[in-house]
């Protein structure tokens, strides 16, 4: 029984209202922002991204996580490794300290242009602004190793174009800029 003059009826539902996706994305964007995390990375969704806005979110993210990963070094992974060499040590398993001079490395990021980077670069290499060690380093690559497997690849090719008499072609070692100074140079 209803009071006098009450109807029965339903509440129509009107949820989610027109205001819900903006809502979603301001609670991702805060989930995110407490990891330093662009709200595009967190909800996997670019679309209203324009190109600069995306990349400058990214360098951000990409430096906040360097950070991160030094961090983690000094206060996690470096301590783990001198336990480890103590415990070595008193075992007679390893002679060497906490202290031993030693390099982390950490997965790189790519660039979105490979060749304006490769251009970048050889420019900081040639003006000695980076060092093999911080172009390797960078993506997550120990330069020596790098340098060493070059080395073995280069006697190789050596190796068998002298065994089958054969010639391989020489690599663009300058990127987008060689290929731009030859065709000025055949120009004038």
């Known amino acids: 029984m209803l009071p006098e003059g009450w109807k029965l009826g339903q509440i129509q539902a009107q949820q989610p209202t027109t205001t819900y996706p903006e809502f979603k994305r301001e609670i991702i964007n805060e989930m995110a922002r407490s990891v330093l995390q662009p709200r595009n990375i967190a909800a996997g969704d670019s679309s209203d991204y324009n190109y600069a806005s ?12 360097r950070v991160e990963q ?29 202290r031993t001079p030693h390099t ?49 690849e280069i006697a190789e090719v050596k190796k068998l174009e002298k065994e ?18 030859t065709a000025e140079s055949d120009e004038e």
Do not use: C
Request: charged letters at 30%.
């Open 54 to 65: 995306g990349r400058m979110d990214h360098q951000t993210y990409f430096k906040a996580n």
């Open 70 to 98: 030094d961090d983690g070094e000094e206060w996690v992974v470096d301590r783990i490794l001198a336990a480890w060499a103590q415990e070595a040590r008193e075992r007679g398993l390893a002679a060497i300290s906490g």
């Open 104 to 152: 982390w490395f950490w997965d790189g990021t790519e660039h979105v242009d490979p060749l304006k980077e490769a251009k970048a670069q050889e420019t900081r290499l040639k003006n000695n602004t980076t060092t093999l060690a911080d172009e390797h380093g960078r993506q997550g690559n120990d330069w020596q190793k790098k340098l060493r497997q070059r080395a073995v």
């Open 164 to 181: 089958f008499d054969i010639s391989f072609a020489e690599p663009v070692t300058a990127g987008v800029g060689a290929a731009a100074d």
